[in-house]
């Protein structure tokens, strides 16, 4: 079937788009359009939309999944897939209507700006993008088929490496201090300080820092962590374990901020849209179309919704704020849309909606916290005058990296055997045994040593360990 | 700075099947975790005679993707249509510590735990699992089609595709000359027409063809007294299952017939024949007498190939061994082929009472014992007892 509008109408309607998003104060980086059908549009969602990319088991299984869901109508495809790159990159499905392109246009427009500008991005060096993936893929590929080590060996290595990728640091934009750095640092601390009535105080102590300790501080890097400090790895090992880091790495941004990022975009095109003065035809289906983009799912959460109803609220309270929002914000010298721009620089969807999500907001959207009891899941707690700020304290352990449980490698030569122990920070949410199993299977199988996992099970102190002998736990005092 | 847009290529779409190496990989997985559960699916699914096509729901374990993740009791926020109150139920309860799939964040959603698999496929890797040689892989595949008909002169009525347009011609021919109709002999005349009628219409006849090359039934037979494990389960569901795809190939009818029996014997289904029965006592003796019964009312030996096995775990009242023998020997005389399999997993031969002293005191050429202990005797028993098939000399 082919759309009745041609590439030529497109770019007409580009044009028209990319005016309206300049004169509002967008910022975008060059931005490219690639039309495709679906089973293309399938295979670019598997592999997050990067033209190339290494080659992976785990992409099949989510291109299976995928074409099942969509086979069966369970959900339909996005209208817009975007990546992050200078020039950012953009696919079209070439079935959609002429309205539904003319939307997704403008929606990627927002993404593009929100890329662009959006502090936590800062590290992702789009203008390399491509090129990188690009080389990560011929690298993989070339481990693949060099005869000496082959796929069954390469698998393994991602495998392992995949299921700690997350186990990374979340703000990319604070340095990592150098272990020399750390240690510098260390020996300060250890130093009495200044005091110039040193004749009468007595001495203090002077503390020893222990300098011998592997790693100096905590480090949340797991996987760079044991590809620098296990000497039995091969180079190759090295490399894909490099590899699988810096993708992670470079999807972060765009985990921190999903709910920012899509109600901006959801934003900006319906602003775009109402002044393009669309034909009647055109203006009817948008308004369906963009309902159905930004509509609730009562008893799960759609981020589209909550990002744009955010967004809409922080230009309101800034532009025309109720007497008690006057009150409390006083004159804020600036109108609501250079709120926004200054909002969609610096923040990340926690503090956005630590900042920004206000209470009747929280009501109005009749957000509650649910929890399993039995075969059920009952809501525990609504957004009422006492428990909205537990709702809103859990929404921000929900979003982001918030989701993905820190834990640090704590010490490298445990008990003196080079065991690698870690410890989990934890915050009240215990960790599923059954993953943390078998991830640690995967940690065992990169260290080559005993890993240990110190974490809290049902309150109590437990060590989860892997040995060549398999797993065990046992409770610490 | 303008904008590029790439048109839409077909060339590119079809060559663009960018992930099919990797799912090529994921499915190889997935194969790999079922056969490695091949015993338990196997013990499970009827597999007999059904349809090949038919996609079974198989759960595997083992190409999840693990990660650290937060546990069950990890509550989760969303969003209501207006007046949640606290005490509402909002969903039910994954068995992974998810929440609904869809809420904000990047948890990973929860993988499915079940595929779909083609009985084909299964039986694929079931032949991989009992190690059969590729040749005779191939052979147990192959279905013929069967020609249960042959064809028996014509008739006045039947169905349009069976219409003979010769004899059909030639009724008409008869009728126009017992009615004077001649050709006219005048030069120049139009001749009446004179058209088919109902009655000229004539059809093959097809019959039910009947004759013993043809027709084969299966009698298996099992002791449901003790307890049929996973492994008990699964040998003798393949070695019955490789039974039947055997006659299959060699003759166009097949039946096939499952007699459970403890202290006595019943004609069950399949899935009933698998399942774990009453525990007690048994009389081998009461499973071959009801095969005789069936043979006798059902598949007479004139018209039928019986194929008779009988799978036990060995254990029979000594009282009941006497009749066990005399009827085991009427049931040779009226098979092809009959044959007794102990079943005995590892190590359990040695506690347990055995059959296989007893019927070697049967004289019969077309009667066979083996015994299975594991999954590789599978295929050496299966053609141990077909090299002693009755049908083969003729």
Known sequence: MAAPYTVDDLMAWDERIREQAAAFGLDCFPQEFELCDHNQMLGYMAYSGMPSHYPHWSYGKAYEKLKTLYDYGVSGLPYEMVINSSPALAYLMRDNTLLLQILTIAHVYGHNDFFKNNATFRSTRPEFTISSFKAHAARVRRYIEDPSIGLERVEPIVDAAHALSLQCRRNLAIRKRTIEEVRNDLIEAGRPPADPFQQLHRRPKHVEPDLRKVPPEPDEDVLLFIRDHNPYLAEWERDLITIVHEEAQYFIPQIETKIMNEGWASYWHKQILDHLDLPEGLQLEFIVRHNQVVRPFPGGLNPYHLGFKVWEDIRRRYDDPTAEERAEIGDPGKNGLQKMFEVRESDRDVSFLRRHLTEPLLRELDLFEYEARGDDLVVSKVADSESWRDVKALLLQSVGMATVPVIKVDDADFSGNRTLYLVHAHDGRDLLLEHAEKTLAYLHRLWQREVALETLVGGKRTLLAYTDRGFSTKSLK | ?394
């Open chain 2, 1 to 394: 700075m303008t904008t590029i847009f790439r048109p839409f290529r077909q060339a590119d779409a079809q060559r663009s099947d960018r992930a099919a190496g990797d799912r090529l990989r994921h499915r190889q997985k997935i194969r790999q975790s079922i056969r490695e559960n091949i015993a338990d699916i196997i013990a499970e699914e009827s597999i007999i005679g059904k349809d090949r096509e038919r996609v079974i729901k198989v759960p595997i374990r083992g190409i999840k993707e693990y990660r650290f993740i937060y546990g069950e009791n990890a509550p989760g926020v969303a969003q209501g249509s207006g007046s949640t109150q606290p005490g509402q139920v909002v969903g039910k309860a994954h068995r992974e510590g998810q929440g609904p799939p869809d809420r904000a964040g990047d948890r990973p959603g929860v993988d499915y735990y079940e595929t779909d698999v083609s009985l084909d496929e299964l039986i694929d890797i079931m032949f991989e699992d009992l190690e059969l040689p590729d040749l005779e892989r191939k052979r147990l595949r192959e279905l013929p089609a069967p020609q249960l008909t042959k064809r028996k002169g014509y008739r006045t009525v039947g169905i349009r595709v069976r219409l003979d347009k010769r004899h059909t011609a030639r009724a008409r021919l008869k009728r126009r000359l017992a009615t004077h109709h001649g050709p006219s002999h005048f030069p120049g005349d139009q001749p009446p027409r004179f058209p088919f009628h109902d009655d000229d219409l004539r059809y093959r006849h097809m019959v039910a063809d009947l004759k013993k090359e043809s027709n084969a039934v299966v009698v298996c037979i099992m002791d449901t007294s003790g307890s049929m494990d996973t492994m008990k389960k699964y040998l003798a569901r393949s070695f019955f299952f490789l039974l039947y795809q055997f006659i299959v190939t060699k003759y166009r009818n097949v039946e096939i017939v499952f007699i459970a029996h403890h202290t006595e014997a019943r004609e069950v289904t399949e899935g009933e024949f698998f399942h774990k029965g009453e525990s007690g006592g048994t009389f081998i003796s009461s499973g071959y007498q009801k095969a005789l019964d069936i043979v006798a009312e059902r598949y007479h030996p004139s018209l039928w190939n019986v194929y008779a096995f009988h799978c036990s775990d060995g254990d029979n009242f000594d009282s009941d061994n006497p009749a066990a023998l005399r009827t085991a020997h009427e049931l040779a005389q009226v098979c092809n082929l009959f044959g007794y399999g102990e079943i005995k997993p590892l190590g359990s031969r040695y506690y347990e009472s055995s059959m296989l002293n007893i019927f070697r005191r049967l004289e019969a050429d077309n009667f066979q014992t083996v015994l299975i202990e594991r999954k590789e005797d599978i295929w050496p028993s299966f053609r141990a007892f077909l090299a002693k098939d009755r049908g083969r000399e003729q």
